[in-house]
Structure formats: structure tokens, C-alpha cells
């Protein structure tokens, strides 16, 4: 049974910093796409960042220059890191797993990741 338990998050004062933790467990850890996500009242969830099995990383237009998506296969845990955070970035992040490969063009499509963490609330005050 595949498990992702997300960590991390919390409330921050925009340019401040927070760290995102997701520890991975029964799933092939070095085959699956990893990825971030956030949702947003009102808005559809977006593809924050991603990583693949190569450690090829992509990011959305909005976080590039200021997050940072790593990951330690030894303890198979995914990291985001966030710093400059802006009140925009406010929203319920997810971390996600393929569990297999895919292709490079939908690392931050919603659609091809089979897991999902349970969700951390990132709150962002001007």
C-alpha cells in the first residue's frame, strides 16, 4: 500500500521561508515521478514542482527562482523548500508519485500521478 505523509507548512509573513516535507512508503521510489501541487480556494489545483527518477526537476513559471524541489532516496522523502514567499503562494500543498515513469511534458500534470499525500495548509500574510 502506497503511503505519502506530508510535513511541514504552517503560517509565514510574505518573503519568510517554510519547508515541505513528504515521506514516501510502499511504492518503487526510484522509477516514480515525484511532484508538488497546491490548490487554492476557488482555483484549480496546479502543478508546483516535479522531479523524475533521473533527478530532473521542473517548475512552475510562478515559484521558479524561489522553491526548490530535492528528495533523499535513501529515506525516500521529497522535499520543497520555499523561500520568498508571497501571500499568492497561499494554499493547501499536496505531494504526489506516479509510481512509474512518464513523460517529461506531464511532471506537473495533475492527471498523471496515481498518490497523493493528505494535504498541509501554506498561509502567506502581507
Known amino acids: 500500500q502506497v503511503r505519502l505523509v506530508q510535513s511541514g507548512g504552517g503560517s509565514v509573513q510574505a518573503g519568510g521561508s517554510l519547508r515541505l516535507s513528504c515521506a514516501a512508503s510502499g511504492l518503487t521510489y526510484s522509477s516514480s515521478c515525484m511532484g508538488w501541487f497546491r490548490q487554492a480556494p476557488g482555483k484549480e489545483r496546479e502543478g508546483v514542482a516535479g522531479?523524475?527518477?533521473?533527478?530532473?526537476?521542473s517548475y512552475a513559471d510562478s515559484v521558479k527562482g524561489r522553491f526548490t524541489i530535492s528528495q533523499d532516496s535513501a529515506t525516500n522523502t521529497l522535499y520543497l523548500q520555499m523561500n520568498s514567499l508571497k501571500p499568492e503562494d497561499t494554499a493547501m500543498y499536496y505531494c504526489?508519485?506516479?509510481?512509474?515513469?512518464?513523460?517529461?511534458?506531464?511532471?506537473?500534470?495533475?492527471?498523471?500521478?496515481?498518490?497523493w499525500g493528505q494535504g498541509t495548509q501554506v498561509t502567506v500574510s502581507s
Open positions: 504526489a508519485a506516479t509510481g512509474g515513469p512518464i513523460v517529461p511534458w506531464l511532471t506537473l500534470n495533475s492527471t498523471a500521478y496515481n498518490y
Open positions: 522531479i523524475d527518477s533521473y533527478g530532473s526537476t
